[in-house]
């Protein structure tokens, strides 16, 4: 069974760059799309970023786009979220998400989940 532990989440100041991991544990990655999403209090789920299972596509919001990077590496089973030019509206818990082979953004086609990890911008 897949299991997704995201970590790299941490208060830092307006500007600055996280890079978030997505470690995949029970199953190889080769064959799911990774999704990256985020919630923020009060507010819905929301799909940032994924990337097709070869890494060979990626899917970006337009509103971080130019700013965040997803990557991953199936040999290691991971994924990850670079994060640069960190804006005060991107704090929100962050959650890696899987799917089987395409890559989408809507959080209600991704089935399997991790638990999340903080990121809190502020001065």
């Known amino acids: 069974q897949l299991q997704l532990v995201e970590s790299g989440g941490d208060l830092v100041q307006p500007g600055g760059s996280l890079r978030l991991s997505c470690a995949a544990s029970g199953y190889t990655l080769d064959y799911y799309a990774i999704g990256w999403f985020r919630q923020a209090p009060g507010k819905e789920r929301e799909g940032v970023s994924c990337?097709?299972?070869?890494?060979?596509?990626?899917n970006y919001a337009d509103s971080v786009k130019g700013r965040f990077t997803i990557s991953r590496d199936n040999a290691k089973n991971m994924v990850y979220l670079e994060i640069n030019s960190l804006k005060p509206e991107d704090t929100a818990v962050y959650y890696c998400a899987a799917r089987w082979a395409f890559c989408l953004l809507d959080p209600s086609d991704f089935h399997t989940w991790g638990q999340g990890t903080q990121v809190t911008v502020s001065p």
């Open positions: 990337i097709h299972p070869t890494g060979t596509s990626t």
